[in-house]
């Protein structure tokens, strides 16, 4: 098993800035990416960025240039820079292991105040 610890949420106002963390524990072997998704009521959950092991990054075009997602062992982080109000959500930690396991962090909340 794998568990994923999310820290680094909270409200902001429109402009400023936020750091999440994710930190994995227990059976982290081999991971192929660490990733953040962030879902709001009623919506599907949406990709935000991953990087892989071997450092590759892929953003969604809503946070392109203002979010930059990194990696360090079993440890990501999200700088989002320039947030605005429809970044509001829950964030989510993912890891997926060459193994094909993927597990979830429990949420952290990001509210961006207009």
């Known amino acids: 098993q794998v568990q994923l610890v999310e820290s680094g949420g909270g409200l902001v106002q429109s402009g400023g800035s936020l750091r999440l963390s994710c930190a994995a524990s227990?059976?982290?072997?081999?991971?192929?990416?660490m990733g953040w998704y962030r879902q709001n009521p009623g919506k599907q959950r949406e990709l935000v960025a991953t990087?892989?092991?071997?450092?590759l990054t892929n953003y969604a075009d809503s946070v392109k240039g203002r979010f930059t997602i990194s990696k360090d062992n079993a440890k990501s982080t999200l700088q989002m820079n320039n947030l605005k109000p429809e970044d509001t959500a829950v964030y989510y930690c993912n890891i997926r292991l060459t193994a094909g396991y993927v597990y979830w962090g429990q949420g952290t909340q990001v509210t961006v105040s207009s």
């Open positions: 227990g059976r982290v072997f081999s991971i192929y990416y």
């Open positions: 990087i892989t092991s071997g450092g």
